[in-house]
């Protein structure tokens, strides 16, 4: 996973380097100079990445990204959602046949 998107927000993304550190890109620069007032802002990197920090100000990051957790999807809500689909392919098949007659 190494330099590959980890996090991705609205504002940039973090990725991950084997070494355990974080390296910050940013797209918005009102949020680039946000971060500068908390970090040291280098971007002089090879890779192109505005910040590279420890690990351990991976939540920071992502707050100043705007990375947001993926709903987590239950397996009740998977079955709600196949019952749901059912109901309304049994509701289109039925639909169909009701404008067919059989006399022709």
């Known amino acids: 996973m190494n330099g590959e998107p980890a996090v991705l927000g609205r504002f940039g993304q973090v990725t991950w380097y084997l070494d355990g550190g ?7 620069p009102r949020v680039a100079n946000k971060l500068k007032k908390l970090w040291a802002a280098k971007s002089n990197y090879d890779d192109g990445a505005l910040f590279v920090r420890p690990a351990s100000d991976l939540d920071i990051a992502c707050k100043a990204i705007r990375a947001r957790r993926k709903k987590a999807v239950t397996e009740a809500m998977r079955e709600r959602g196949r019952a749901l689909a059912s109901r ?17």
Request: aromatic letters at 4%; zero cysteines; a neutral charge.
């Open 88 to 104: 309304m392919r049994s509701l289109k098949e039925n639909t169909r046949l009701v404008g067919v007659s059989s006399d022709e």
């Open 22 to 28: 974080l390296d910050v890109w940013v797209r918005n």
